[in-house]
């Protein structure tokens, strides 16, 4: 059974720093690309920062580009997601996520969501 859960979640000053975990588990999950996604109240959930089984590609959304960082440990089966100069509008619901598209098709190529973990950032 392919699980995914999320930790680091939290409160933090707008400028300050924050990293996520994902721990997986399931036999097909070092074949799929795992990525972070997070939703907003009142907004559509949206792919983030992805990366592929191999970790040769990523995907970042412009939103988020050069300052996230997203890392994948195979042999550790954990993904993380380094944080950085956070914003205000940086807050939200983030979940990790699996599947064998998800750099592709993003939210249509999951399989799998973790559970989610609260990230605020306050102004």
């Known amino acids: 059974q392919e699980q995914l859960v999320e930790s680091g979640g939290g409160l933090v000053q707008s400028g300050g720093s924050l990293t996520l975990s994902c721990v997986t588990s399931?036999?097909?999950?070092?074949?799929?690309?795992i990525g972070w996604f997070r939703q907003a109240p009142g907004k559509e959930r949206e792919g983030i920062a992805i990366?592929?089984?191999?970790?040769?590609?990523?995907f970042y959304a412009d939103s988020v580009k050069g300052r996230f960082t997203i890392v994948r440990d195979n042999a550790r089966s954990t993904v993380s997601l380094q944080m950085n100069s956070l914003k205000p509008e940086d807050t939200a619901v983030y979940y990790c996520?699996?599947?064998?598209?998800?750099?592709?098709?993003?939210?249509?190529?999951?399989?799998?969501w973790g559970q989610g973990t609260q990230v605020t950032v306050s102004s």
């Open positions: 996520a699996a599947g064998p598209g998800v750099l592709t098709w993003l939210n249509r190529g999951v399989l799998y």
């Open positions: 399931g036999s097909n999950m070092a074949y799929y690309d």
């Open positions: 990366i592929s089984s191999n970790e040769r590609n990523t």
